[in-house]
Antibody, heavy 123, light 110 residues
Framework: EVQLLESGGGLVQPGGSLRLSCAAS????????MTWVRQAPGKGLEWVSS????????DYADAVKGRIIMSRDNSKNTLHLQMNSLRAEDTAVYYC????????????????WGQGTMVTVSS | QSALTQPASVSGSPGQSITISCTGT?????????VSWYQQYPGKAPKLMIY???SRPSGVSNRFSGSKSGNTASLTISGLQAEDEADYYC??????????FGGGTKLTVL
């Protein structure tokens, strides 16, 4: 079964850091681009970042650029999101999502999503 | 970049058809055929319903269809069923290699 399992969420103070992880199983992880999408409480979806299958290329939303680093370890089928200088507006459920197309470059379509991990930024 | 514009809510009776619009600009919807639609139930992860404007992934009912005209994309659900009651989000690639979503539309089946 194709599965994504996020972890690492929690409560953090403004200005703090957090590292999210996403464990993938059931598919050839290195063959697919991956993406993080977040959803603030009661709000809509917001794209955060994407990474190519090889890990060579990353894209970030303007709202997080310079504060967030997305990476992947294809040997461990794991995705990471290092979040620094966190702000209240970063409070959200963070989903990792698998790209729909079997190719290195992100397509921006996601067919498998994790259950999400909640990040709360508050003092 | 601003979010795509969707109506906050739409409603319909079982068996009817409804259409959800998603309006962007020439830098996103109007410039690319990379429009997607997701269905999301409360407390659950989104599900891909439409990609490439009008293509359906395997397993998605053919009651769901997508289209685009200029800067506006649309999702049509025909033969409305109670299980279709959910939030729906459109998404589009942009000229800056980003992805933007709409604000979401709550579908109520009366």
């Amino acid at each position: 079964e194709v599965q994504l399992l996020e972890s690492g969420g929690g409560l953090v103070q403004p200005g703090g850091s957090l590292r999210l992880s996403c464990a993938a199983s059931g598919f050839i992880f290195s063959s697919y681009a991956m993406t993080w999408v977040r959803q603030a409480p009661g709000k809509g979806l917001e794209w955060v970042s994407s990474i190519s299958g090889s890990g060579d290329k990353t894209d970030y939303a303007d709202a997080v650029k310079g504060r967030i680093i997305m990476s992947r370890d294809n040997s461990k089928n794991t995705l990471h999101l290092q979040m620094n200088s966190l702000r209240a507006e970063d409070t959200a459920v963070y989903y990792c999502a698998k790209d729909f197309w079997l190719r290195d470059e992100p397509s921006r379509f996601f067919d498998i999503w994790g259950q999400g991990t909640m990040v709360t930024v508050s003092s | 970049q601003s979010a795509l514009t969707q109506p906050a809510s739409v409603s319909g009776s079982p068996g009817q058809s409804i259409t959800i619009s998603c309006t962007g600009t020439s830098s996103d919807i109007g410039g690319y055929n990379y429009v997607s639609w997701y269905q999301q139930y409360p407390g659950k992860a989104p599900k891909l319903m439409i990609y490439d404007v009008s293509s359906r992934p395997s397993g998605v009912s053919n009651r769901f269809s997508g289209s685009k005209s200029g800067n506006t994309a649309s999702l049509t659900i025909s033969g409305l069923q109670a299980e279709d009651e959910a939030d729906y989000y459109c998404g589009s690639s942009t000229s800056t290699s980003a992805l933007i979503f709409g604000g979401g539309t709550k579908l109520t089946v009366l």
